[in-house]
């Protein structure tokens, strides 16, 4: 029994030295590996990190990017439109041009009918009003013209100038094109009710140019909503040249008046 005693505590210290053993090897193995794991873990965080970085960045070019994209689409919109602005400007020149060509046009032929025919006098004119916006002649406007008409019959050789205008209401175009619609509206009266031939009617619409009275109240405007209507004649220098050469006869006694059948007579008009 003593003899077992010294055995066990020798088995007792070889085991704690041998598990001590154990313990010192276990540490000196794993150690390094926990070392290179940690360093692993690192260099992740620091590679996440990266990645973190360069995902903002890519973000933030991405912005960029999408804003100057979004700047870019605004100024082509902006010079578009600079464009298409520019592009009516031009368009409504060239109409204002053609338009003021077309009225030029017009009056050089109603001047010219005049200039070249020294021998015509005016001898007859009135002014026929209308109402806002409107080209219709009214029973009074009908009445001015029969009596302009019926007060001049005794003419041959003549012709009528119809000058159309307006108020200053409205644009440029929209006056023009109401304007000539109310000279029209004359010279479709003379026609057809007192067979005056067409081609001794000349026509002009001027729109709000030449206004008779340039205030701006209601009495104004109504005075510029007109047409006027003058007669010019050459008979007063014919039958001078026939009475200074005593040619005047009975046949002068024969001349229509204006409307008349034979007021047509193309020898007996204006020369183009």
């Known amino acids: 029994m003593k003899q077992s005693v010294p055995v066990t505590l020798v088995l007792m210290g ?5 598990g001590c053993a154990t313990k010192k090897y276990v540490r000196n193995t794993v150690a390094p590996v926990s070392g ?23 973000d933030q070019t991405k912005q960029q990017q999408q804003k100057d994209e979004a700047d870019l689409s605004a100024t ?25 060509d077309q009225l030029g046009h017009d009056l050089g032929d109603l001047r010219g009918q005049v200039a070249n025919l020294d021998d015509y006098k005016q001898v007859g004119a009135t002014t026929v009003l209308f109402k806002f916006g409107s080209d219709k002649l009214t029973t009074e406007g009908k009445q001015q013209l029969d009596q302009m008409v019926s007060s001049q019959n005794q ?28 000279a029209d509206a004359v010279e479709a009266y003379l026609v057809a009710e007192h067979n005056v031939p067409v081609y001794r009617i000349h026509i002009i619409g001027l729109g709000k140019l030449k206004p008779v009275d340039d205030a701006r ?4 405007r109504a005075k510029n909503r007109r047409v006027e209507v003058t007669l ?6 014919a039958m001078a040249m026939n009475n200074g050469s005593g040619a005047v006869n009975g046949q002068s006694s024969a001349t229509q008046g204006v409307g008349g059948n034979n007021a047509g007579s193309a020898t007996n008009g204006p020369q183009r």
Request: aromatic share 6%; no cysteine; proline share 0%.
């Open 217 to 220: 109240t209601r009495a104004a």
């Open 14 to 18: 070889a085991l704690l030295g041998g």
């Open 76 to 100: 082509n919109e902006r010079a578009m439109t600079a464009d298409n602005k520019a592009g009516q400007a031009m368009q409504r020149a060239d109409q204002a041009n053609q338009r003021a």
């Open 36 to 58: 290179k794991l940690d360093q692993v873990a690192q260099q992740t965080n620091q590679q996440g990190q990266t990645l973190d970085q360069t995902k903002q960045g890519l």
């Open 232 to 237: 010019y004649s050459a008979d007063q220098g």
């Open 155 to 182: 003419y041959k050789r003549y012709f009528i100038a119809v000058e159309g205008f307006t108020d200053r209401t409205g644009s440029t175009e929209y006056n023009e094109a109401l304007s000539r619609r109310r």
